[in-house]
């Protein structure tokens, strides 16, 4: 197939790379309005075609879908224009910047028999997996909370806010492993300077299950750490996205309940065992979801429950926004 990539920012030309390696894909045509970034994008990649035009991009009858690299602002718009010019899309996260967006996106893919899809890269993730398998298999037990920590100095955006920017990251990555998506929402943040959006976040979350969720996101923090913690019943996991030798850790520890009739008998015990690595394999998270879009583009499949869950994706950081916007006050969703 031949597919279109609109956008050749930071994250187009890894979009483009990654195009060429997968078997499904015969040729790349990489767009965007700033001709230096085709020009670039041409010298690094000889075999690719070209255009400043989305509008020449999307008539052309041989391309089949397109994937979006473009300011959040634009997602909407244009992902709905390349699904009335009859091409699948998928969209680097967030699918839209409102949850009627996403809503009308799915709805319109369906009526067109076409598939509109979130790009949350940190699904491929080789090590994500290893966590939500250990989640899923029950090895921690029951999972009672999670915090999450995605800090960096910069890249700040002048178009959304951190909510937005790195919030779909560890949502997705939250969602996937409870198989739930939250049913409360509070937030508080700032932009730190006093101008732009806000460049800070924390975020809790609260889940029909009981568990919790505690996410903190920043562009402005001293070290890029990328970190999350989940406490079970009986083990904990850490996950490191920045230790590429051993980005998940397996903490046996944990509290041991007694059973008494007694309350005067009742006493907490603590349980400290070993540390376990599991193996963690290795391959390019984004080649994995571009490849997995390919597939499902070939089999002709349109949005389904996973789309919906991106859309939900999107509802959490609307909410979130709320509630910073109100003092922190919890919203329901």
């Not at 937005?164 to 949502?171: T, V």
């Not at 975020?203 to 903190?216: C, T």
Request: proline content about 6%; aromatic content about 6%.
């Amino acid at each position: 197939m031949r597919i279109g990539v609109i956008g050749l920012g930071y994250w187009g030309p890894n979009l483009v790379r990654n195009l060429l390696a997968c078997e499904a894909c015969s040729e790349v045509v990489a767009c965007d309005l700033e001709p230096s970034r085709v020009k670039q994008v041409a010298s690094r990649q000889p075999g690719v075609l070209t255009t400043t035009s989305s509008d020449d991009l999307l008539g052309d009858p041989k391309v089949a879908a397109v994937v979006l690299a473009t300011p959040v602002r634009t997602h909407a718009a244009i992902a709905a224009a390349s699904l009335d010019a009859g091409k699948s899309v998928l969209i680097e996260k967030p699918l839209a910047t409102s949850s009627a967006e996403a809503a009308e996106l799915i709805a319109l893919a369906r009526s067109r028999g076409l598939l509109v899809m979130a790009g949350h890269t940190f699904l491929y993730s080789p090590a994500v997996q290893v966590v939500r398998d250990l989640v899923h298999k029950g090895a921690i037990g029951r999972p009672l909370y999670l915090q999450s920590s995605r800090v960096n100095l910069g890249i700040h955006q002048s178009d959304v806010s951190v909510l937005w920017d790195l919030g779909p990251h560890d949502l997705s990555i939250v969602v996937e492993c409870m198989s739930e998506l939250p049913i409360r929402v509070s937030a508080s943040g700032r932009s730190s300077f006093g101008v732009g959006p806000p460049d800070v976040a924390f975020v809790d979350l609260e889940f029909s299950s009981g568990f919790v969720a505690n996410l903190h996101l920043s562009w402005l923090a001293p070290t890029k750490m990328r970190r999350i913690t989940i406490v079970g019943t009986r083990k904990m996991i850490v996950y490191e996205d920045t230790n590429p030798e051993e980005p998940v850790k397996i903490y046996d520890k944990g509290i041991n309940v007694p059973q008494v009739n007694d309350f005067g008998q009742y006493k907490l015990t603590y349980r400290t065992g070993n540390v376990v690595s599991p193996h963690v394999g290795t391959w390019e998270p984004l080649r994995a979801e571009l490849e997995d879009f390919l597939d499902r583009v070939v089999a002709g499949e349109v949005p389904d429950h996973r789309e919906h869950v991106a859309a939900g994706i999107v509802s959490v950081i609307e909410a979130a926004e709320q509630s910073m916007a109100d003092g922190g006050v919890p919203v329901l969703l």
